[in-house]
């Protein structure tokens, strides 16, 4: 009998590929289910909510694996996975027994992404490879005002990577919330899911509006052109979370 479990995952994705297996590097994915051959003693495939890019971190991602195995002793299993794992900053959080169909990818509800800007001059030493650190001021209304133009259900393809595998560039942001604190600036998205590298490619064009650089006429333009070459260079990778997980 085999036994499906959900693990919610942590980590600073600065030093990996991404998520998912690939030549070039290392991925969370391959250290995960590697650790978990040292439990198990066989190989066991993990099933990710979605893939994060290299450098992007993650709060709590979600995934999935099957084993034959009951695991009797929750506590037990996550003292051994995150010995194994603790090097490599990356923490197994909680681990939960699911139904045998439970499936991380694709009975995910909806998926939030945290991005996160510092806005000063000086550098950054607590959070240096954690946000996008910019130095000239941001005028945050302006955020909010472009993030509601992007809610709701459009082609995304200007902020679309030309390596993304969606089917159709078309999306539904369910919400983008905009929160200033001292000199943080953080944006929540919301939605079923993303195309590659959109998130970061919507921030990046969300900060050409508020340094001032394109008015909201040009920002609504460059979404409606449906053209990548259009877009602002997208925001950097390490001040991007993978925040929740809704099922």
């Not at 991602?61 to 003292?79: D, G, R, V, Y």
């Not at 000063?120 to 509601?148: E, F, Y």
Request: hydrophobic share 35%; aromatic share 10%; net charge positive.
């Amino acid at each position: 009998m085999n036994y499906n479990y959900q693990i919610i995952i942590e980590y600073d994705g600065l030093n990996f590929v991404g998520w998912q297996y690939q030549k070039n590097g290392v991925s969370i994915q391959e250290i995960i289910e590697r650790s978990l051959k040292k439990i198990f003693k066989k190989k066991i495939r993990v099933i990710g909510s979605g893939r994060t890019d290299k450098g992007v971190h993650a709060i709590a991602q979600s995934a999935n694996f099957e084993i034959n195995k009951k695991i009797e002793n929750k506590n037990k299993f996550l003292n051994s996975i995150n010995f194994f794992l603790s090097k490599y900053n990356v923490s197994i959080i909680d681990i939960k027994k699911k139904e045998k169909n439970f499936h991380a990818r694709y009975n995910a509800k909806e998926r939030t992404y945290l991005y996160k800007i510092v806005n000063r001059q000086s550098n950054l030493v607590i959070d240096l490879n954690r946000a996008w650190h910019i130095k000239k001021k941001l005028d945050v209304n302006l955020i909010k005002k472009g993030s509601i133009i992007l809610v709701g259900t459009h082609d995304f393809s200007t902020f679309r990577s030309s390596s993304c595998s969606a089917k159709s560039p078309i999306k539904t942001i369910n919400s983008i919330k905009v929160k200033k604190i001292d000199n943080t600036i953080l944006l929540e998205f919301k939605s079923k899911s993303f195309l590659q590298n959109q998130v970061r490619s919507m921030v990046g064009c969300l900060k050409y509006l508020a340094e001032k650089k394109w008015t909201l006429k040009k920002f609504k333009y460059v979404l409606n052109t449906k053209k990548r070459i259009n877009c602002a260079p997208p925001a950097p990778a390490p001040g991007l979370y993978l925040l929740k997980i809704k099922y």
